[in-house]
């Protein structure tokens, strides 16, 4: 009986999100005229590619039972900084790359550094990091958008390969390659750990803090990689660009069926949770449902997703 | 400094070291030797437009005898009230406010009336009456785009409009003043209305969805700011629409006439931020010096911009 009931439950976490997206898009292909075609259905990829990224990046910390709110400052503050670079050259493309990136990357230090050492509440650190990174984005921008970028770095966000745009493909090296490091290494079975039972971890011989650097700095590199994409896809590093992004993100991450406290979750959860966000934003904008009714139906959504998702187990 | 910061809280310390930070970055702002201090709170300094207003008040006022306080209300009335409240404390000669809600920010031209110290409007209004005002009527901005998406189409076509964020003074008024317009041209069809909350990546998503449902139908889209149209604009030049689909939006922020420039974009309206800025200080320094000011409602036209005109705009930044 009690190994019945754990199957059923291993079922319905594996299972419950996939079912929440199986309907949804049911009921989107059913009721919604060209929602099924080939090139709705890629519209549909490319523009949950960032969300996509930033969602992922943030379940590696909401495993080991952090958050990170400074995700949409820092997506302003990297495509800020990586256009800076690009409206440099005709076709400068690696070194906006590496200052997007670096700009993520150095950030999630930062968040790391003062989560471990300082001892301070994730919420509360990045909370403060949210509205420094979004100053320092409009600092370094002086407030207005920073266009006329090279059409190198245009084309990350325009241009695709072998007919499937770039974006999507970021977006698929970000999912494998998180895929793999939690789920195929010892460094992603010591995320798990650190966020199941942090002091059982430690104790076993876990270097806790190491591993909540390690979360933070992925988590923000994934962040200066969308803030790339973001800035590429409408041509211009925008200082107030992102903002609520990191709500997406965390919504889609719990309705993959990441749990808040730790411990639980899942990349291919996370990818179906960005999936029921990205169509239904899109069902709704192909249906013409005004922004009124579009932003509590997206709220009953989520809600209902996850209701499905925990009751069911 | 070290020595001092001995043996304090690391916290107390941190926060004695951005108070030292904070004055040290308003020292510009203290200039000795100016009579005048008008007290200025804008809607948010992250908009490029309320950037340019606050940059030509700047400009004029280090022409003449005043100093400006100038403070960024974040979109949050709230904070704006607040913030007229510390202006009125610390003895203004003046107040410009660019209100960030009809409703909620009138508090703000209450408190400034009754402590006695004139305030003017800039760019947007409030319910409450303010000694001047000086700003544009954004419903001309829309009937100036739809009339000339009018004359691109013949007057015949589907049209798609990207809204504003819903609810504030600008998207209330550039939505009314393009329906009113459309309902004097019937061949002329709106196929969708949607708001993209001002944002170039939502605009361009949204496009991107249009596209899926009215793909060859579409004939003209008008965007209520250049953000939006130009999002809007990449979205169809990705599709291979652009040819087919005229683009107007409103504002003349640099991106946009420059795309104008390049004939991607068909054309947008130019709000006069310069005219504004300087007009707001002229009104708040006449109020100042004489207690009046010559018309209390100061009206700065907007502009058609296309291909044609745009050089002489382009060279005014």
Redesign the interface.
Known sequence: MKEANIGKERFYRRYGVLLSFIIIFSVLALTTPGFLSLSNLTTVLRQISINGILAVGVTFVIITGGIDLSLGSTVALAGVTAALFARQGGDALALPLIAGITTGLVVGLVNGLIVTRGKVAPFIVTLGMMTILRGTALVVSDGRPVSNLSNAFNAIGGGDLMGIPIPILVFLAVVVVSHVILDRTVIGRYVYATGGNEKAAYASGVDTDRVKMFVYVICGAFAGLAGIVLASRINTGQPNAGVSFELDAIAAAVIGGTNLSGGIGKVTGTVLGVLIIGIINNGLDLLNVTSYYQQIIKGVIIIGAVLIDRNKR | MRKYFNGLHPAASLLLLSLAFAFGCNTKARQAGKPYRIGVTMLS????FV?NVKDAMEKYASNDSVELLIVDAERNADKQVQQVESFIARGVDAIILNPCEVEASSPAVDRARKAGIPVVNVNSETKSTPDAFVGSNDEESAEIAIEHIAKLTGGNGNVLMI?GY?GQAAQIKRTSGAERTLAKHPGLKVL?K??AEW???KA???M??????HGDRIDAVFAQND?MG??AL?ALE?AGLKNKVKVVSIDA???AL?AVKEKRLDATVYQDAQGQGQGAVQAALALIRTGKVEKTQVLIPFQLVTSENVDAYLNRR
């Open positions: 300094l992250q908009s490029e950037v809204e819903i969708a949607q708001s944002d170039r990546a361009m998503s949204l991107e969805n249009w596209i899926q449902v953000e130009l999002g990449q990705q922020i640099r991106d420059g």
